[in-house]
């Protein structure tokens, strides 16, 4: 394909950027050093930072708006993830030389169509051109009540474990795409690749579990690894049954082909589904609040005293992992 | 030079960067989905996020510890040009083969030693293998009292120019190191390089000028083209002259030898220093805060109503640039 080359810095931003900036004067039309941000009386900032490297995080041939759209919501799961409401994203944008306007234009469609979906608002960046791949880093900034962010480290034993929508799809879909995995129905393939290429941040169902959810994080390296991570931290464990564990119709046709594909299903990562621990005595409101939210969660087990993670077969047997989840390096 | 592979990545955060994070309660010791931050009553966040890509923005054989403090320098001098106070930072970190633990080690050591001498803490972060150069994104975060921020885009003509510090060291430093230009003593072109390698962001002198400076902007791409900037979004047009543009002895030598090195002091960036501008009845206030500060600052000039920017030579002749400033792209 090829593309005009993208126009200069500041036309690229006066063009493409500062539109996206323009319902938030904090971001002072991104014509300054900063850019000013103030939590409403009674609340804290809450701030995450991601990045995504073309060939790692994305495909080379990834539709330019997905690519955007996936950044930006990865951020906003971590924000939905401490109980937060997101509001804004700073945006470092490294381009690389095979990069033009089109690309450009394409990529900020993407943002536009989930600022738009998602409420949040470009506050500011930085533009600069790299001899390597496409590098993307997105800093999200949302907003939760003094003291109400939900963490990962307050899970208690005998806490029931949730997991919200269906584990799995996308780190099927990834291996659909490269060719690691084959043989399901074209449907559903597709139906898992758009898993991978475009996650669904739980925004609404993070907020609406502040003083309900004991410990919360999403699941973007895997549920095995995510549980570990609330677990090790709270000093508690994990008794997950895998009967339980909720899969999309596609994930159980993968299952019934290969049954290994439990191992993709569990330590796999790129969910961006909300795992979360709750007294059993919030169960009821737990479920009604997730109704309200319009999100199926499913209680898949429960938090032991053992400090490890132990997921079990139908036949009540340990499920022994390769590895247990994504690995940066 | 050989250097032991890093460790894993949570490893990596334990070793080396939940320490820096350790007085700064909202991290969460760097083992939750996000960081939390709250300004104080009456004050604003101040966010700014800059990139540096090696072999664009730092020499491959540049010490990890200097790459650090610069890294955090030129963020921190975007939050003292909107005349704010730093507190925190976010590190997006993507790490490509060539890169061991022993870098990483003096990488850390390097942003130890800014944090003690700024009073900044690690709050959050991300990182990431690249197949691509070392490539770094830092997210700063400083606090401005609600309404004090001092913008790029409120210059008033008749308003005097201000700079702080030398100009043009560190882009004649730079030129030096790649062997764009010689000829210089070595003493010279050492601490030439120097400036070029670690700036000296005005974190004093930046919120001291609240209330004086009716603008302000720190020069990263060039005198010229940073007070365009302020000209630009200001409306107003400036008058410098040459003769006053403060510059060190090590400037004034590369000047004598060659007088085309004006050219890249004052469109070569990557100074650090602060430009502002105020109201001429402030200028005895000025002086005294930045006696105060320990800041040399001068006045090159003064605001117009032209919208365009004029450096005049001794003899009153407009000078003419090859390029204006710094181009990303």
Redesign the interface.
């Known amino acids: 394909m090829t593309d005009r080359p ?1 126009p ?2 500041f036309e690229l931003i006066a063009r493409y950027f500062a539109p996206l900036a323009a319902n938030a004067p ?1 971001a ?2 991104l ?9 409403p009386s009674g ?9 995504m ?1 073309q ?3 994305f495909l080379a041939d990834d539709p330019p708006g997905l690519i955007a759209r996936k950044l930006l919501r990865v951020n906003l799961s ?2 939905a ?2 109980g ?1 409401v997101p509001r804004y994203y ?3 944008f ?2 690389s030389a095979g990069i033009g306007e089109s690309w450009i234009a394409e990529f900020a469609a993407g943002l536009k169509a989930d600022q738009d979906e998602f409420g949040v608002t470009l ?11 496409v ?1 993307l ?1 997105l ?4 907003e ?1 009540p ?1 003291g109400a ?1 939900i ?3 307050t899970a208690r034993a005998g806490d029931l474990i949730y997991v919200s929508g269906t584990i799995g799809d996308a780190a099927l879909g990834v291996r659909l795409l490269t060719g690691e995995i084959s043989g399901l129905s074209g449907k559903a393939a597709a139906e898992l690749a758009d898993r991978y290429r475009l996650p669904r941040p739980r925004v609404t169902l993070g907020p609406a579990l502040r003083g309900l959810a004991t410990a919360m ?2 699941i973007s390296d895997g549920l095995v690894a995510d549980l570990g ?1 609330i677990c ?2 709270s000093g508690v464990g994990a008794r997950v049954e895998w009967a339980r564990v909720p899969l999309s119709t596609e994930a159980v046709e993968a299952v019934a082909r290969d049954p290994s594909a439990v191992q993709i299903i569990l330590t796999g990562g790129d969910d961006y589904e909300l795992a979360f621990t709750a007294d059993p005595e919030s169960a009821e409101a737990v479920e009604s609040v997730a109704l309200a939210a319009g999100v199926p969660i499913t209680c898949i087990g429960h938090v032991t005293d053992t400090e490890a993670v132990a997921v079990l077969d139908e036949k009540n047997i340990q499920i022994d992992f390769k590895t247990i989840g994504y ?3």
Chains 1, 2 share one sequence.
């Open positions: 993208p200069s810095e904090g002072l039309g014509t300054d050093d900063a850019a000013l941000a103030k939590p609340h804290h900032h809450v701030i995450t930072t991601d990045t490297i060939g790692v995080h971590d924000i993830s401490m937060a700073l945006l470092a490294s381009l506050l500011g960046g930085d533009t600069t051109a790299t001899p390597g791949p590098t880093t800093t999200a900034i949302g939760v003094d962010e963490r990962r480290s994080t999403d991570h090790e931290t690995k940066h390096f």
